[in-house]
């Protein structure tokens, strides 16, 4: 029977038990048509695990609420959904960083829960955890500003400074979609400077305001599709396929991998694996291809190979230089 089924019988019982009806297994029982031992069962999951303050009156023979403040929790959670709350709870506690006491807060109150209907959730920190090689810490005030402008449609201001020029801009912008990308919180929003949607990370935002101008999300805007439409976070210019091509050593990592959605993957006889998906911008591509080094080779398109190779020759030069190291 499902946890809908089983919840509308926890329902029944804390309306009778809460207005002094004084149910009990057979009551129960007889009202789902079941066994009075998986009627039993149930009020001592509703007692032991949901925390509900029922007594057994003898003389009624029958529970009541010993509490009247008590409310039964609003949603039923199986075992394996509160299973994976406590995961979600391990997540925030691991990734949290730069936006702590928000998200301190939120355990405590997930752990407050899950305490009470999950065995052994304290050992969930040595079960389940979660790393990154790094991440950029973000001002809690900074995300807690973002996050309210994004549920609240309203204008942020801010000045931002832009890795590709020295000091800071103001911008005024209409916040969409708040989002972390390998460690890093980004923010996609129409910006009124450049009159178009631009990625802004939240660690290079300061003074920030929340205006009281509120906005329309545009109707064309979906932020999956943007997402999707190619590789990595550079969505401006045209999109181009990319085709790598990775040797049989590399290929054995990297084959399970999804680069992207639509990419696809050819298999050749000597175990080298060609990987072909769309790019808008090559930054970001030519940082994953170098991560391989020798074990893969940019087979098109033509340009993105000669950067991969320009990049190459510099590297070769700075360890070229010299016989030892640079004291």
Same mark, same amino acid.
């Given at each position: 029977?499902?946890?809908?089924?089983?919840?509308?019988?926890?329902?029944?019982?804390?309306?009778?038990?809460?207005?002094?009806?004084?149910?009990?297994?057979?009551?129960?029982?007889?009202?789902?048509?079941?066994?009075?031992?998986?009627?039993?069962?149930?009020?001592?999951?509703?007692?032991?695990?949901?925390?509900?303050?029922?007594?057994?009156?003898?003389?009624?023979?029958?529970?009541?609420?010993?509490? =009247? #403040? !008590? $409310?039964? *929790?609003?949603?039923?959670?199986?075992?394996?959904? &509160?299973? %994976?709350?406590?995961?979600?709870? +391990?997540?925030?506690?691991?990734?949290?960083?730069?936006?702590?006491?928000?998200?301190?807060?939120?355990?405590?109150?997930?752990?407050?829960?899950?305490?009470?209907?999950?065995?052994?959730?304290?050992?969930?920190?040595?079960?389940?955890?979660?790393?990154?090689?790094?991440?950029?810490?973000?001002?809690?005030?900074?995300?807690?500003?973002?996050?309210?402008?994004?549920?609240?449609?309203?204008?942020?201001?801010?000045?931002?400074?832009?890795?590709?020029?020295?000091?800071?801009?103001?911008?005024?912008?209409?916040?969409?979609?708040?989002?972390?990308?390998?460690?890093?919180?980004?923010?996609?929003?129409?910006?009124?400077?450049?009159?178009?949607?631009?990625?802004?990370?939240?660690?290079?935002?300061?003074?920030?305001?929340?205006?009281? =101008? #509120? !906005? $329309?999300? *545009?109707?064309?805007?979906?932020?999956?599709?943007? &997402?999707? %439409?190619?590789?990595?976070?550079? +969505?401006?210019?045209?999109?181009?396929?990319?085709?790598?091509?990775?040797?049989?050593?590399?290929?054995?990592?990297?084959?399970?991998?999804?680069?992207?959605?639509?990419?696809?993957?050819?298999?050749?006889?000597?175990?080298?694996?060609?990987?072909?998906?769309?790019?808008?911008?090559?930054?970001?591509?030519?940082?994953?291809?170098?991560?391989?080094?020798?074990?893969?080779?940019?087979?098109?398109?033509?340009?993105?190979?000669?950067?991969?190779?320009?990049?190459?020759?510099?590297?070769?030069?700075?360890?070229?230089?010299?016989?030892?190291?640079?004291?």
């Amino acid at each position: 029977m499902g946890s809908k089924n089983v919840y509308e019988r926890f329902l029944w019982f804390d309306n009778r038990a809460r207005s002094k009806k004084y149910p009990n297994a057979t009551s129960l029982a007889r009202e789902f048509e079941m066994s009075s031992k998986t009627a039993q069962r149930d009020i001592e999951f509703m007692r032991d695990r949901l925390g509900c303050p029922l007594v057994y009156d003898q003389t009624e023979k029958g529970y009541y609420y010993e509490s =009247e #403040t !008590f $409310s039964l *929790p609003l949603v039923y959670m199986s075992s394996s959904e &509160f299973t %994976s709350l406590a995961v979600a709870r +391990k997540l925030l506690q691991d990734l949290g960083g730069g936006i702590s006491d928000e998200i301190s807060g939120a355990i405590r109150k997930i752990t407050g829960v899950l305490q009470k209907h999950v065995a052994g959730i304290d050992d969930m920190d040595g079960i389940v955890s979660f790393h990154l090689v790094n991440y950029t810490p973000t001002p809690e005030t900074t995300f807690s500003s973002v996050l309210e402008a994004c549920a609240g449609r309203r204008t942020l201001t801010f000045d931002y400074s832009s890795p590709s020029r020295k000091g800071s801009v103001s911008r005024t912008v209409e916040p969409y979609h708040l989002f972390n990308y390998m460690g890093t919180w980004h923010l996609i929003a129409f910006c009124r400077l450049r009159n178009g949607i631009r990625d802004f990370r939240l660690n290079r935002i300061e003074h920030i305001t929340m205006n009281d =101008e #509120t !906005f $329309s999300a *545009p109707q064309g805007f979906d932020f999956n599709r943007y &997402f999707d %439409s190619s590789f990595g976070l550079y +969505k401006s210019g045209k999109r181009r396929n990319v085709v790598l091509k990775f040797g049989p050593d590399h290929a054995r990592w990297v084959r399970d991998e999804v680069w992207h959605k639509d990419q696809k993957q050819r298999h050749l006889t000597d175990g080298s694996l060609e990987l072909e998906f769309p790019v808008a911008d090559f930054k970001e591509i030519i940082r994953e291809i170098m991560r391989h080094g020798a074990g893969v080779e940019v087979l098109k398109p033509a340009d993105l190979r000669e950067l991969v190779r320009a990049e190459a020759d510099r590297i070769a030069a700075v360890y070229g230089r010299s016989g030892q190291a640079s004291s």
